[in-house]
């Protein structure tokens, strides 16, 4: 039995295409999905931090993202400008197929993701935002999400 119920398809994160430790803002696209993390935020393209070594995903059966994608399990995905799925480096600074960089279990309880939404949640920690934010910055939501579960 699976440590986590529900992520039986979940990915290995292994070291990015590029060889190298990657470290900025990127853009990612909240997927629809279960996570009580991202509850509400589905739709949302926003810049979150990179900064790992070891980001790509890595399935173990060529069926697993297939599975993933339509039970609704992929939480996170790399996006372009244009906010297509971004395939190439450097708009996915590590290589994972289709964009995906987070997941969440069956029921939403359990995410993962390698990008860090903790390193910008408060606006001032972009190096540019619109007024329209005030103080917090999007990524807030995931760990008010966080409290209001939990409560």
Not at 83 to 110: I, K, Q
Not at 116 to 132: A, D, N
Request: net charge positive.
């Amino acid at each position: 039995a699976p440590l986590i119920p529900g992520a039986e398809h979940w990915p290995r994160f292994v070291r990015n295409r590029s060889e190298q430790f990657e470290a900025r803002l990127s853009l990612v696209r909240v997927e629809e999905s279960r996570s009580v993390l991202l509850a509400g935020m589905a739709g949302s393209v926003l810049p979150v931090v990179v900064s790992h070594g070891e980001g790509r995903a890595r399935f173990a059966h060529a069926d697993a993202l297939g599975h993933l994608d339509t039970a609704g399990q992929v939480t996170l995905r790399y996006v372009e400008g244009d906010g297509s799925a971004a395939e190439r480096y450097p708009a996915n600074p590590n290589g994972s197929p289709a964009g995906v960089t987070g997941f969440t279990s069956f029921d939403g309880r359990v995410t993962i993701m390698m990008p860090h939404p903790e390193r910008v949640f408060r606006s001032v920690q972009h190096s540019w935002y619109p007024k329209t934010w005030g103080e917090d910055g999007p990524w807030l939501r995931l760990f008010r999400n966080a409290r209001a579960w939990i409560a």
